[in-house]
């Protein structure tokens, strides 16, 4: 396994772009109104739009910066327009007209030419040609001016700084006072025949292509909602992943909303016209049916992935799962997403309706029919309250009802046979679902699939939670494949608790390895960027397990920070033979350690330097180690065991073999690996160089003597644990928050042959002309 963290594009593959290529425009707008974006043709676009208020005003928006990108696709920066033509024909239906007060408006964001930020506001209806909802529309940037009325309230546009351009779009009936809408209002604007000429008509943009490396990715609608499906699969593909596209259809942007009172809640009314479905609004419709055509024509099969989880501020009431005390479901997400109640038969038929509309969209368009159910349980508090009291929760279980105050630690019988009976309605509500998704499929097969959270619902402080969250009306054959995910425990590199949940839902479920697939991630914040590691680790155990597929959640942070994932040749780059290089002979070896740093001297005589490598790479000549002809012949032999450079191995470094001093003895409390924080149990063994002073060259330590190590928590030597891979040591339980764990040992270098080459002679060695035989550190993926 390798993977990269790009900030930038280098000498990477590049291309050309129109400026304004309709698949890099993005929408965006405030709740409650909903709109996405979508290609029509390689030079035109479609805006799908709903309204519920007044004073909804969506924006379609094109940014001189490509933030969204994945650093090596992205195009290219450029906030000149000065000497630019751009044209394109409007139409638009159900949205303000060109010709009105409020219509359409190009709003250009950026500079000034003292340098001072400024907006200018051109009305589209100055630059048309053609009636109010079909036009030609004209624009010379460096002859563009702000205003309404021309010449009269010219604004001139200085073109040379501008940051992004948007496009408003408004009902018809827009008056900016927030009116609720007696019903919504639904319209569309398309783009079409873009063209651009002149001076940076054409931007350059990455046009890299990974080879496939088996893996699949993640999305979600709500992540991307405002972005064009053929950008998103552009990414998908280039990155080099393949087969499967996991996307999650979100809780917060596909729903149809119906007024009550003062509120907006999900509606099942009939569709109005410009409408495909009751379940969900249309521009959600639109983008989805865009993504599942464009996905199987590029050879991808789409999971839909649906789960309990539903925007609370449009979520009826008496659908929400509750604590005991009353309290509503709400997740961390800010503003609050709530969990929907299995026991509530209007929210689940709710629902088997918004499946419905998902599962026709893909029947329709001739798609591989894959659902899941993402994540379904009885929501869990922070404060380990179990969400069961929901009014229709509580009629179901009748007498069987009783106080469950915290979820963690044991269960009384009565308390136990609550939780089963919560297990059964679970199960009982996917079943439901997944039947729902048959009947729309109608001939078509169907595949389904269950994604199951591990570390809530194994928690260990709560050994039994399982028989609500985890019930075993979901063991094999209930779905086609089971599907896992553990990423607070990938995020803390707890690989123990990861290989032993898998191991659990295993033996409970049964469903075998060729039918489980595996979610890696996610790395909330870009601040942690360590995380991608541990999910590159994640990978691999999951290959090893033999899992079907293994999906990267989620697309969204793969841009953000540039991971880009290839899959090495293991038997031709880590080909390693875990033997001593013959010790009598490298004890008279000589070493020199290197670093790589990069050099400039400017002007003034000052210099810059950018060390390349955190770590010296040591080479040895062991050579002068060679004192007899026996020993000569121990390293031909050697030699070719080893196919010259083509295999690594072991090489005691006869100067610095110890974590104690140079070659000391070790003891347990020779070098700090890290902090225990109550989570983690892999630890890193490293080796630190340098004053206690100052900040320490820390070297990752490989290849350790297996019986020469010796572990300690707060200074006390400690049990309990395993040597991992690559010198990692793994803990059977996590250490205790704020605990030093330290470490002592003996160590090898793993190096190779630096040629493919021995040359040596017997005449030469005899007469004492003695050979070079350099041996070139390995690095080893810790």
Not at 576 to 586: E, K, S, W
Request: hydrophobic share 45%; net charge negative; glycine share 8%.
């Amino acid at each position: 396994m390798g993977y990269w963290l790009a900030d930038k594009r280098t000498r990477q593959q590049s291309s050309f772009i129109q400026r304004f290529d309709p698949r890099f425009w993005t929408i965006n707008f405030p709740r409650p109104m909903m709109a996405s974006v979508v290609t029509t043709a390689p030079d035109a676009l479609r805006v799908d739009a709903v309204f519920y208020n007044s004073d909804d005003l969506a924006g379609l928006i094109w940014e001189s910066e490509d933030t969204l990108d994945h650093p090596l696709l992205a195009y290219e920066t450029e906030r000149d327009y000065a000497g630019l033509s751009w044209r394109f024909r409007w139409r638009s239906s159900g949205i303000m007209p060109l010709d009105a007060i409020n219509g359409p408006t190009l709003t250009i964001e950026g500079r000034d030419a003292a340098g001072n930020p400024k907006s200018w506001y051109v009305r589209l209806w100055n630059y048309a040609n053609g009636t109010p909802t079909d036009a030609l529309i004209s624009i010379e940037f460096s002859q563009l001016d702000g205003g309404f009325v021309l010449p009269g309230e010219a604004d001139p546009l200085f073109a040379e700084d501008i940051d992004r351009l948007f496009i408003s779009i408004i009902p018809p009936d827009y008056d900016g006072l927030g009116t609720r809408f007696a019903t919504p209002r639904i319209g569309w604007v398309e783009m079409s025949d873009i063209r651009t000429d002149g001076r940076g008509a054409v931007l350059d943009i990455g046009d890299i292509m990974l080879p496939a490396h088996g893996l699949s990715m993640a999305t979600a609608y709500d992540d991307s909602f405002n972005q064009t499906p053929e950008r998103l699969l552009r990414t998908i593909r280039a990155l080099g992943y393949r087969g499967s596209i996991n996307h999650y259809l979100g809780m917060s942007h596909y729903f149809r909303l119906e007024t009550v009172g003062s509120g907006l809640y999900v509606s099942l009314s009939a569709p109005q016209a410009g409408e495909d479905f009751a379940a969900i609004n249309q521009p959600a419709a639109a983008w989805h049916r865009d993504l599942i055509m464009r996905a199987e024509t590029m050879g991808f099969t789409v999971i839909l992935s649906l789960s309990y989880e539903l925007f609370d501020a449009h979520c009826w009431n008496d659908w929400k799962q509750r604590a005991e005390n009353g309290d509503p479901a709400l997740t961390g997400w800010e503003p609050p997403s709530t969990l929907l109640s299995p026991a509530n038969g209007s929210a689940m038929s709710y629902l088997q309706a918004v499946a419905r509309a998902f599962t026709a969209i893909a029947r329709d368009a001739g798609a591989t029919i894959r659902f899941q159910v993402g994540e379904p349980w009885w929501w869990i508090m922070p404060d380990k309250r179990i969400c069961l009291y929901d009014a229709a929760a509580s009629a179901a279980f009748g007498a069987n009802s009783v106080s469950i105050s915290s979820i963690d630690g044991p269960k009384t019988a009565a308390q136990q046979a609550m939780l089963d009976q919560a297990g059964a309605l679970l199960a009982q509500s996917t079943a439901d679902l997944l039947n729902a998704v048959k009947n729309e499929a109608g001939a078509a097969p169907v595949e389904t699939l269950l994604l199951a959270y591990l570390p809530t619902i194994l928690d260990e402080q709560a050994p039994e939670a399982k028989r609500a969250n985890l019930p075993v009306g979901w063991a094999s054959p209930a779905f086609d494949i089971l599907q896992l995910e553990d990423y607070d425990w990938v995020i803390a590199g707890n690989r123990l608790a990861a290989s032993t949940g898998v191991a659990l839902a295993t033996q409970r479920l049964g469903y075998p390895v060729e039918q489980q697939h595996y979610f890696a991630g996610f790395v909330l914040d870009a601040a942690d960027q360590f995380i991608w590691g541990h999910m590159a680790q994640a990978i691999a155990d999951a290959k090893a397990r033999g899992t079907a597929e293994i999906h990267i959640w989620a697309l969204p942070q793969v841009a953000r920070d540039g991971f880009t994932y290839f899959q090495e040749e293991e038997a031709d780059v880590n080909a390693f033979d875990d033997v001593l290089f013959p010790i009598a002979i490298g004890q008279g070896a000589s070493v020199s350690p290197g670093f790589s740093t990069n050099i400039i001297t400017t002007i003034s005589g000052h210099e810059k330097r950018n060390s390349d490598w955190a770590d010296a790479r040591l080479e040895f000549d062991v050579g002068p180690g060679i004192r007899s002809e026996e020993e000569l012949h121990d390293l031909i032999a050697f030699f070719r065991a080893r196919r010259g450079a083509a295999k690594a191995f072991r090489f005691r470094d006869p100067y610095d073999h110890s974590s104690n001093d140079m070659i000391g003895a070790p003891t347990p409390n020779d070098q700090v690996l890290g902090e225990g924080d109550g989570q983690q149990t892999a630890f890193q063994l490293v080796k630190n160089y340098g004053d206690a002073g100052a900040e320490p060259q820390q070297r990752l330590i490989t290849r350790p003597r297996q019986d020469s190590l010796q572990i300690a928590i707060d200074g006390q030597v400690a049990a309990g644990w395993s040597l991992g891979p690559a010198g990692s040591i793994l803990f059977d339980s996590p250490p205790a928050d704020g605990s030093a764990i330290t470490a002592g040992f003996l160590f090898d270098v793993p190096v190779r042959f630096a040629r493919d080459q021995l040359t040596v002679s017997r005449a030469t060695f005899l007469a004492g002309d003695i050979a070079e035989v350099l041996l070139v550190e390995v690095r080893e993926p810790s």
